[in-house]
């Protein structure tokens, strides 16, 4: 009902820069939460950072001052700009968004996710 298809991802030395883009398509309504979570191997998921429908944002500590989420409402689109990139950034970065479907049933979808390694 609902695709979530992330790009941006990449090799990336540290202290470089990526963008992650996340657009849903499909039957929506409307979106409410979208967010970036991430998975290194051996670890769990991770929340890196969440955006409101309004522009309201959250972040992990661990990236505050170096990643910025922001969305565009129209495109049902999420982004997610990685500066100062560090080796401990290395892993599959998941899109997220909390979906009130068109049938107005309310639904979290998840991307597949895109792969972001940092060299150090």
């Known amino acids: 009902q609902v695709q979530l298809v992330e790009s941006g991802g990449g090799l990336v030395q540290a202290g470089e820069s990526l963008r992650l883009s996340c657009a849903a398509s499909?039957?929506?309504?409307?979106?409410?939460?979208m967010g970036w979570y991430r998975q290194a191997p051996g670890k769990q998921r991770e929340l890196v950072a969440r955006?409101?429908?309004?522009?309201?944002?959250n972040y992990a500590d661990s990236v505050k001052g170096r990643f910025t989420i922001s969305r565009e409402n129209a495109k049902n689109t999420v982004y997610l700009q990685m500066n100062s990139l560090k080796p401990e950034d290395t892993a599959v970065y998941h899109c997220?968004?909390?979906?009130?479907?068109?049938?107005?049933?309310?639904?979290?979808?998840w991307g597949q996710g895109t792969q972001v390694a940092v060299s150090s």
């Open positions: 955006i409101t429908s309004g522009g309201f944002a």
């Open positions: 499909g039957s929506i309504f409307s979106i409410n939460d």
């Open positions: 997220n968004a909390d979906v009130i479907l068109s049938t107005r049933a309310r639904t979290a979808y």
